[in-house]
């Protein structure tokens, strides 16, 4: 059996727990095993499996610490250091709409970035191997003016939505994939929501199967208009 694991400092631990989750579908495919460990110090998640699956577990795995690192760690990022005329919900819907317009861009750097190896320390390689990537994060903060209010946020999101062909759906309280796959991208930014998600998503259209609830009904009738299709 192959063994590949990854650590995570303890104050990022759901980043681990993300993990796990989002490795489950691939470990059971390919006949494996996680298990979770949490310490004083450090939270880790060991994969076991068929060494005939190795290279398959760490291009999934590589996938998801992209994702950890282009959305967990990118909104923290931007969080920390935008400073602009937004409420607190304004500001995260900013912050997931900056992290969706260049996620795949940013995803694809990281993953080129991470070694094939039997260990990942996410926290280290973020701080010791993009440093590049950082740089770039703060030329964006800073073409972001202090000034930037509702009005400009909306129009930025009517600018992306308008560039993108994704589709995504809404059923219930879940966002869901082209290929209906459940979206759990939010859950890296500390609270798992429905409108951040669809941000996220950099959807060009959204389908609703079914009845939505109002405050997301308004939130797409605000950021979406014509792009939300209604069932």
Partial sequence: MEEITVSERKERSSNITYLYNAMADAVARFGGREDLMFGDARAALRICGKITARENLRAVLREKISEVIGVGYKYEFLKGRLNVCLGR??????????????????????????????????????????????????????????????????????????????KIYIKGNTVFGENFTPLRRSRLTGEEDTETEIMLSDAGFVYCLGEVEDSVGDFLQKYYAERAIFS
């Fill in 89 to 166: 919900r304004e500001k995260k819907l900013l912050c997931a709409a900056l992290i969706a317009a260049d996620l795949e861009g940013d995803k694809a750097y990281i993953r080129r970035k991470l070694e094939r190896t039997e260990e990942y320390s996410i926290d280290g390689f973020y701080h010791f191997r993009l440093g590049a990537l950082r740089e770039k994060w703060e030329k964006i903060v800073a073409y972001i003016p202090n000034a930037f209010s509702s009005y400009d946020l909306k129009k930025f999101c009517e600018f992306l939505v308008g560039e993108s062909r994704n």
